[in-house]
């Protein structure tokens, strides 16, 4: 069963509060911006509650979005393959720690091949998927 870490990564001064969600495995979920209507219910939104308490206008953006988020936890790891796990303390927490470093690593390693094409090469890529400049059609106004 893997863990998926759900946190709150907004900063004091923050009018709306980001919360993120990150697998044990480094594998980030997304990010969600709740308002204050909705921060309430932002641990069953993510999956780290099963009972709802949101009202009306609320409770129409906390299911979709918790529909949203748990779809791409099943996609990942399977129905009933992982759990959500609410930290209050992320930077307390040895687990999330080795996760954000393995997402940090994953980060890299995607910069790196991000990186890996030449001049020449991101042309020719450019090209076959947009067609040679001359073949675009030329406007007169």
Not at 88 to 111: C, F, G, N, S, Y
Not at 127 to 139: C, I, K, L, R, Y
Request: hydrophobic share 45%; charged share 25%; aromatic share 10%.
């Amino acid at each position: 069963m893997k863990t998926i870490f759900i946190f709150d990564d907004s900063r004091p001064t923050d009018d709306e509060h980001c919360v993120v969600a990150l697998g044990e495995d480094g594998r980030r979920f997304g990010t969600r911006v709740f308002d204050g209507w909705t921060f309430p219910h932002c641990r069953y939104a993510m999956g780290a509650m099963h009972v709802s308490e949101a009202k009306h206008d609320a409770a129409v953006a906390v299911n979709s979005t918790r529909s949203t988020m748990l779809g791409k936890f099943d996609a990942a790891y399977g129905p009933g393959g992982w759990v959500a796990v609410w930290l209050e303390t992320p930077k307390h927490d040895a687990l999330w720690l080795e996760a954000v470093q393995l997402a940090r690593e994953r980060d890299a390693r995607i910069e790196r091949v991000a990186m890996s094409y030449s001049g020449p090469a991101f042309a020719r890529i450019l090209a076959a998927v947009f067609g040679s400049a001359d073949a675009q059609p030329h406007t007169t106004h």
